[in-house]
């Protein structure tokens, strides 16, 4: 969804009927928010691991979670950061 605000913020949106919208937000985010593609790399490996534990059922070991959350709570604040300095009319 952060991926997604970013998109919006620029005048875009992935089309959510066609495979890989995912993937297309998350891979927008150097060029929407400015995040690191190091950072993306992570996220994205992210993505691929709740898409197979979608599909398996297998359980996420807890570090992952702790991981996953702690890079979603740091995206949501460059995000914010970005669009108050970028967009304050969003707000």
Partial sequence: MI???????HG???????P??????LQ????????SAETVIVLENFRKQR?????????????TVAECTAEAEALLELAVNW?????????
């Fill in 3 to 9: 991926a997604d605000a970013g998109l919006n913020a």
């Fill in 12 to 18: 875009f949106r992935t089309l959510t009927s066609r």
């Fill in 20 to 25: 890989g919208h995912h993937q297309t937000a």
């Fill in 28 to 35: 927008s985010l150097p060029k929407t928010l400015g995040l």
């Fill in 51 to 63: 898409h197979l534990v979608e599909y398996t059922g297998d359980v996420v070991p807890e570090s």
């Fill in 83 to 91: 669009l108050r300095r970028n967009r304050p009319d969003l707000f």
